[in-house]
């Protein structure tokens, strides 16, 4: 069975394209010549224009896209979504007519915008109040040639299910109740009422979501095509998205200092960005598609506030401050300023409180007595690369003594080769280092090859294992043919992490060296354990926070975790647990862990000055 997306041919496109008829605007042409703005719904009244909010007009003239059936703009506060949506109608009035419905959350809310933003755009603007009908009701607006737009409430089943219409506006769909009284969703039942239109009619979602369970990030994920707004850095000219994690503010900001001092960085350059540089990068957007099946038929747009040029970086970050330790804020904060659904949280920390409570005494670079083994774990991006180096007692309490960012290969082998030593003058070197292999893959591959006595490639799994880790064989040609490398279960070792932290010295803690820097807090803890539904089952795992920093430290964390895992960590555990139920005197324990696990006679050659990473590590 052939299972390829189909694609609409070029021709058919170059066809629909010409069959519009001649003269006809698009909807952004539309606003720019016929729109007004009072003062009443903006601060900037007079002639509408597209230019001010340039990202606006793709979404607007999707309407005009005889492909297109269903728009979806997921989007925060402050961006103009209900706009575009006004502009939508008036078009459809004077363009391409046709019944039309909108719909609110609420009967009184739908009453409030009538009032204030409907009637006032259509007595504002001269080719609308032209064709309007000075006899229409509040909730029934009409016009010349048939037109009318029904604006109802989404608690008024009655309302939703009573005449045909082309088009239908669903304002804030998050917010309607699940059921229209005892029939299906308000929006499925106004959308019922577009079946006398199969081959012109319209479906316009805005919305904020609330909830990943909500209508809105629902259709966001399900859309044919996903579309997001790309801007290029003033400096280096390198294409991203606006990210939280990009907005920093000096240590220890208040709100108000931060909305007089915070800044953007590029992620690609590290170059600073400021209010003036984003409202010129705004106007030179463009939307891409992320994710596409080859349709258009249902096309989703997603924004957040850093877009829209009525908020400026310092704004964003003070809310965030003002919100971040208060959950029904920072909700709020989610929702309505990056226009993204809040999560069910079932684990978190913050950064503040790791460094508050799991600082060792030891200083960095300093190995804590009583260490078995030594591992790390690199993170390989694309221009640099993150490390940790961590230090493990039998117990599995263990002790990051190093961590850091370099930018080329030599630099990690120098660093996993050096030694390390404890308060009394004795030497450790890295055993194993678990090296990620999910980008330049083959560079890291032939990096293992080469220093394959202490390094391993890794791969995190999307999905939960069976196992801890599960090694398979590299079959690429040259030296790197033939070796191990490890598919890691990531969020098992996430929630080791996460639940060690929790623990003392004696009951295998999980620790950071005394003065740690909080960016490193900030990184392992840049994760959340959330709770999703997934075709009809509750599943957790964990994500990125919505307002969280760049996640590399965790995952190197992750990776020295696991390789504590494949050199033995486990086995010197269980000896020591089980010699301790024995009550074995001190010096009879430490010959019978000897005698009884190979990775606790490496260890032993460590106390005797020498590098254990001569005997090869298992799996």
């Known amino acids: 069975m052939n299972n390829r997306k189909w694609r609409t041919p070029e021709w058919i496109r170059t066809s629909l394209a010409a069959l519009r008829p001649p003269g006809k605007m698009t909807v952004s042409e539309w606003a720019d010549q016929n729109r007004m703005m009072s003062l009443s719904e903006s601060s900037k009244p007079g002639p509408w224009r597209t230019d001010f909010v340039p990202y606006l007009r793709k979404i607007m003239d999707a309407f005009n896209d005889p492909e297109v059936e269903e728009i979806e703009f997921v989007k925060p506060t402050q961006v103009g979504g209900t706009e575009a949506m006004l502009n939508m109608m008036g078009y459809a009035v004077c363009q391409d007519p046709g019944p039309m419905l909108v719909v609110y959350p609420q009967k009184e809310l739908a009453e409030i915008i009538s009032d204030h933003r409907i009637q006032p755009m259509i007595k504002n603007c001269k080719e609308l109040k032209n064709r309007y009908d000075e006899n229409s009701k509040r909730m029934d607006l009409n016009f010349s040639g048939g037109v009318s737009i029904g604006i109802v409430g989404a608690n008024s089943p009655s309302d939703l299910a009573s005449r045909p219409v082309r088009y239908v506006f669903l304002d804030e769909e998050d917010k309607y109740p699940p059921r229209a009284g005892k029939e299906a969703s308000p929006a499925a039942l106004a959308m019922e009422r577009q079946k006398t239109y199969p081959a012109s009619k319209k479906t ?37 998205t606006f990210k939280m994690k990009q907005l920093k503010w000096p240590e220890g900001s208040t709100p108000d200092q931060a909305r007089k001092e915070a800044f953007y960085v590029c992620e690609d350059c590290g170059c600073l960005i400021s209010d003036a540089d984003k409202n010129e990068m705004i106007h030179q957007s463009e939307w891409r598609a992320i994710r596409t099946n080859g349709s258009k038929r249902r096309t989703a747009f997603r924004l957040n506030a850093f877009y829209s040029p009525w908020v400026r970086f310092g704004e964003i970050a003070s809310n965030f401050l003002d919100s971040k330790n208060q959950p029904e804020l920072l909700q709020n904060f989610i929702n309505s300023w990056l226009g993204e659904p809040f999560k069910e949280i079932e684990r978190e920390l913050d950064g503040e409180r790791l460094l508050k409570d799991k600082q060792s005494t030891y200083p960095e670079k300093t190995v804590p007595p009583n260490t078995v083994m030594v591992t790390g774990g690199v993170d390989v991006q694309r221009k640099s690369f993150y490390y940790t180096i961590r230090a493990w007692r039998a117990n599995m309490t263990s002790y990051n003594i190093l961590h850091g960012q370099v930018f080329t290969w030599p630099e990690i082998e ?97 620790y950071l060296y005394e003065k740690c820097d909080p960016e490193y807090a900030e990184m392992v803890t840049a994760e959340q354990k959330v709770i999703e539904r997934v075709r009809g089952h509750l599943i957790s795992h964990w994500v990125q926070k919505a307002t969280g920093s760049d996640n590399h430290y965790l995952d190197c964390e992750v990776y020295a975790a696991c390789a504590a895992d494949v050199f033995g960590i486990r086995s010197l555990h269980a000896n020591q647990a089980r010699q301790e139920r024995e009550s074995v005197e001190p010096a009879q324990e430490k010959q019978l862990l000897m005698k009884e696990s190979v990775p606790a006679k490496m260890a032993n050659s460590i106390h005797s000055g020498k590098s254990f990473r001569k005997g090869r590590w298992r799996y």
């Open 204 to 240: 316009m979602r805005a919305s904020t979501p609330v909830f990943e369970i909500g209508p809105t990030w629902q259709n966001w994920l399900k859309a044919d095509t996903q579309m997001e707004c790309f801007v290029a850095c003033p400096h280096c000219g390198a294409s991203w």
């Open 414 to 510: 120098d660093v996993m080769n050096n030694w390390y030593r404890d308060k009394n003058g004795v030497k450790y070197q890295v055993n194993l280092c678990c090296v990620d292999s999910g980008d330049q893959t083959d560079d890291v591959y032939e990096f293992c090859a080469i220093n394959r006595e202490w390094a391993v490639p890794v791969k995190g799994s999307s999905n939960r294992m069976i196992t801890k880790y599960r090694p398979s064989m590299v079959d690429k040609d040259g030296i790197s043919k033939g070796m191990t490398m490890l598919m890691v279960d990531t969020d098992y070792y996430k929630d080791m992490i996460f639940s060690r932290i929790f623990r003392d010295e004696d009951n295998g803690g999980w």
